[in-house]
């Protein structure tokens, strides 16, 4: 029932996001879902490739670990017949390698319904993101509880891992 529902619901929204200028994209292993579903994924990836406004990610049958040993694969496949030298694996070479290649890292996270944890998500391009937090559920988050999120980033200060001097002349 649940991949009847996402077919026709995309089916239904490929003409909004491309008169949006919304780009359709899929994480994870698309591949190991009913043929019927792929087709209509692979159709809303093609028919938005070009859009240049915001980007729907659509994560299916994905798990951050999983993507990470898909890139370590790639990439040891890629020394095994020399179109990468090891000494040119670096930070770079994993994340041209994620599902996410095409995608900037995010620099918000917000998790709904009061859990405190990222469960295997985006492990890797989550490194230097904000996290926020909600005990609201997906259902019930709302644009005015979105707002909230985005003030709350907003007010935050974004230090990509840099230390900061303390008033105690230690770092925080």
């Known amino acids: ?25 899929v994480i994870g292993r698309p591949e190991r879902i009913p043929p ?30 999983l993507e ?13 017949n020399n179109r990468l030298d090891i000494e040119d694996i670096d930070e770079a070479a994993v994340s041209q390698r994620l599902y996410t290649k095409d995608l900037p890292d995010p620099d918000l996270l917000i998790r709904t319904s009061g859990e405190k944890r990222i469960s295997n998500f985006l492990l890797w391009q989550l490194s230097y993101a904000e996290l926020y937090f909600t005990d609201k559920c997906w259902p019930e988050f709302t644009a005015e509880e979105f707002q909230k999120a ?15 001097p303390s008033l105690s002349g230690g770092f925080r």
Do not use: C, P, W
């Open 1 to 25: 029932m649940l991949m009847h529902m996402l077919s026709s619901v995309l089916k239904e929204k490929i003409l909004h996001l491309k008169k949006n200028n919304i780009r359709f994209h």
């Open 36 to 65: 019927s579903v792929r087709d209509v994924l692979k159709t809303a990836v093609e028919e938005t490739k070009d859009n240049t406004g915001l980007v729907v990610n659509l994560a299916f049958n994905y798990g951050a670990r």
């Open 68 to 80: 990470i040993v898909d890139a370590v694969k790639e990439i040891a496949a890629d020394v095994q």
């Open 150 to 164: 985005i003030a709350d980033y907003q007010k935050r200060e974004r230090r990509y891992g840099d230390l900061k």
